[in-house]
RNA sequence: GGAAGGGUGGCCGAGUGGUUGAAGGCGCACGCUUGGAAAGCGUGUUUACGUGAAAGCGUAACAAGGGUUCGAAUCCCUUUCCUUCCGCCA
């Protein structure tokens, strides 16, 4: 969510970073809106403040026990009550327009983002690590999986419909595995707080990190109101959700190993074999609550994070530099980790790290006390992934793969495997 | 799910229609006092929005939203959260 006072005080500098997302200016709409608001609020003011002066008088001429004086007052002050009510509910409504408008309008990229309308604008980074060398046509994951019977899609569809999996024995151990490997690097090594969050919540917590209202299509909605989260980004970003946390307590560094859903609308016909993009995925996510000095670096601090548990998977990735069209709506940078796929033979994202500025924070309204100085100031809060686990899994089996159709195990995981060293291996 | 009782400022806690943005206490800040400290004394101590160069002024806010009234923290309705008891349950 933006703030109108910082559009009013220089609304070319907004159009001007909504151009580099492809959308046509909107600061002078706003700031219309925004008048128009002032002007009723105004005019509201001068009357309540003259129904609050006669409404003294009707008491002092009471307590002097002056009954007609206090009566005519009494009749001018009901006067008053058409233009009150029409204000109150002038006001509400054109303070929600004004709210409605600015809700769907994305977060501005800071002027490092580069140019660029979709993922060919993207600039690479750097890069970590090396393609394995095959010396065969190496398979995709879902190949492997099924040829081990450990990953069963067809039995998954019959239960759920398509876009979903079961997988089986070494196979679901090796999703845990990973998982515990992410959590556990991340907790003793990067100093991340692991919690354990709702995966239902509720519109105002899907709101706060910008899920709604303009993404709703892709999400999954309960029965009774609540919504599946697509991402633990929401419940972690969201435990500070309107409150006031103390300067010295920031950054806040959280994770959380959780489900993921997705109602992948407009994704139809992408990724439709295997575990690339379903519906249902976990991931371990990281989220960081920090004071606006401090997010810019923190975001390399993440990123670095997520990066740590590709390199210790020893899986081939690269940054990417996301280019203002293709970021998500509430991002202000952001990094993408794509790890190289030999079955696919191509780079394919595994994390995405972002700082949002304090683009959540006011939607939340999570603030901070400085240690110095007056008042609140919002946080700035940042996202990203640690890594997706789902795609993690792929990852390990397609470049761990043998010729054979087993798959090694990569030494770091071993431990978590209760020592196995190969798929496929085990009768 | 049923029954009962609650939600007041950073905290505790008064307050059932008229200078109550809110007594009192604690905490905190500054000052006085002191060789220094404690105690004591004094002053101050919410937030948002609007307006203004600023000082300031105005409006709103006593869980949230509606209503009654000239006027509401105080009365009515709805929602929500908490506590206790019962039921159910991993």
């Given at each position: ?204 917590t899907m709101f706060g ?129 794509e790890v190289w796929l ?86």
């Amino acid at each position: 969510m933006h703030d109108i006072k910082a559009i009013r005080d220089n609304p070319a500098g907004f159009d001007a970073g909504l151009a580099r997302r492809g959308l046509a200016p909107l600061s002078s709409t706003l700031l219309a809106i925004d008048g128009e608001r002032r002007d009723l609020l105004q005019k509201l003011q001068e009357t309540q403040t003259k129904r609050n002066e006669l409404s003294k008088q009707v008491g002092d001429a009471m307590k002097a026990g002056d009954k007609p004086r206090a009566e005519a007052i009494k009749a001018e002050v009901a006067a008053l009550k058409d233009a009150l009510t029409q204000g109150e509910e002038g006001e509400r409504l054109i303070t929600q327009k004004l709210n409605d408008a600015l809700s769907v309008i994305p977060n501005i990229p800071l002027d490092e983002v580069p140019d660029g309308a979709d993922e060919h604008g993207n600039v690479e980074v750097r890069r970590w690590g090396e393609k394995p060398a095959f010396n065969w046509e190496p398979r995709q994951h879902f190949v492997i999986g099924e040829r081990l019977k450990l990953m069963d899609f067809e039995t998954a569809a019959k239960m759920a419909g398509a876009r979903f999996v079961v997988l089986k024995k070494q196979m679901a151990r090796m999703e845990r595995a990973i998982a515990n490997l992410m959590l556990d690097i991340h907790t003793s090594a990067n100093g991340y707080t692991e919690c354990y969050v709702p995966m239902l919540v509720s519109d105002k917590t899907m709101f706060g990190t910008a899920q709604l209202p303009k993404f709703a299509e892709d999400q999954f909605r309960t029965t009774d109101g609540r919504w599946l989260i697509p991402t633990a980004e929401v419940s972690l970003t969201n435990t500070v959700r309107e409150s006031v946390v103390e300067e010295a307590d920031l950054p806040l560094r959280l994770t959380a190993y959780t489900p993921c859903f997705r109602a992948e609308a407009g994704a139809a016909g992408r990724d439709t074999r295997g575990m690339i993009r379903q519906h249902q995925f976990s991931k371990v996510e990281l989220v960081s609550i920090t004071t606006p000095e401090q997010s810019r670096a923190e975001l390399e601090r993440m990123t670095g994070c997520a990066e740590a548990i590709l390199q210790a998977l020893g899986l081939h990735y690269r940054v990417m530099k996301l280019c203002a069209g293709d970021m998500g709506f509430g991002s202000r940078l952001t990094y993408d980790l794509e790890v190289w796929l030999p079955g696919q033979n191509a780079f394919r994202e595994i994390s995405s790290c972002s700082v949002c500025g304090d683009f959540q924070a006011r939607r939340m309204d999570a603030r901070y006390k400085p240690t110095e100085g007056k008042g609140t100031r919002f946080v700035h809060t940042l996202n990203g992934s640690g890594l997706a686990v789902g795609r993690t899994l792929v990852a390990v089996l397609e470049n761990y793969q043998n010729a054979d159709g087993s798959v090694t195990v990569p030494d770091v995981l071993v431990p978590y495997m209760g020592g196995i060293t190969k798929l496929g291996a085990v009768k």
